[in-house]
C-alpha cells in the first residue's frame, strides 16, 4: 500500500509550530519544527531497565510531504512532550507570540 500524498496546509504552521524552509522544483514544501529550532529536544535519560534504548537525536526534525497531522503530533510528543502540552492550551495568537521572537538555538553560546 502508498503512503497518501497528503498537501500542506498552510494552518499547520500555527497549529503544530512549524514554518516552511523551502520549496523544490515541483512547489513541494520543506518544513520545520520550530520547538527544536528554538527549544531543543528534551533530554532523556537512559537507565539500566528502562524503555528507552537509545539517546534522543540532536539533529532538527524536517517534514516533507506527506504532511500528515499524525506524523506531526507523534514528534512533538515524543520530542517535545512539555513545550507541546503548553502550546496546545494557548490561544491562536499566544501561539503566534510564544514562538516568534525566539532567538534560534543554533545561535546561542
Not at 23 to 47: L, M, Q
Not at 97 to 106: D, P, S
Request: glycine fraction near 8%.
Amino acid at each position: 500500500m502508498l503512503p497518501r500524498s497528503t498537501p500542506f496546509q498552510p494552518k499547520q504552521c500555527s497549529e503544530f509550530g512549524l514554518e516552511i524552509i523551502s520549496h523544490d522544483k515541483n512547489g513541494n514544501p520543506t518544513v520545520r519544527c520550530k520547538f527544536y529550532a528554538f527549544e531543543g529536544r528534551d533530554k532523556v535519560k537512559i537507565v539500566e531497565g528502562g524503555t528507552r534504548k537509545r539517546k534522543s537525536r540532536g539533529d532538527i526534525k524536517y517534514f516533507t510531504k506527506s504532511f500528515m497531522p499524525l506524523n506531526y503530533r507523534s514528534h512533538l510528543q515524543g520530542q517535545h512532550k512539555e513545550s507541546w502540552e503548553a502550546y496546545q492550551q494557548m490561544s491562536n495568537s499566544a501561539r503566534e507570540a510564544c514562538l516568534q521572537g525566539k532567538i534560534n538555538i543554533a545561535n546561542t553560546l
